[in-house]
């Protein structure tokens, strides 16, 4: 099992739609994944402009792919670099802490990821 923010098992981040970057709903990552997809996060209309915006649509369906298209309240593991590139403009989406992958880290500051983090008791 993989580890979360905290060093704890990561937990699922979503399964509809299918997300991460093995398709397993998990933010799971290892050397093959160039793109670190390892922030599980709640999509907002700012971050799929944003996104798409520089050079990655993430709401438009490809069917050859099997992804559906990303809307609104879907959750998804994007690349901590993105999701960093964001952050730095205004557009970054909350995130699951205990859903991200601890890799996230090496990226992204963890106070930074605290401030949008949903799942902090």
Known sequence: MQKN???EDIE???????????R??????????FGTHTVCT???????EFSKSMGNDLSTPRPEF????LKEGD???VCANRWLEAYENGKAPR???RKSHQKSLSII????????AIDLE
């Open 24 to 33: 397993d709903g998990f933010c799971n990552t290892d050397k093959l994944d």
């Open 66 to 69: 099997d992804f559906p298209g």
């Open 42 to 48: 709640l999509i907002t209309n700012d971050f799929l």
């Open 12 to 22: 699922e981040c979503c399964t509809n739609p299918i997300t991460g970057f093995y």
């Open 109 to 116: 500051d963890l106070e930074i990821l605290k401030e949008y």
């Open 75 to 77: 959750k998804w593991c």
């Open 5 to 7: 923010i905290f060093n």
């Open 95 to 97: 995130v699951y802490l």
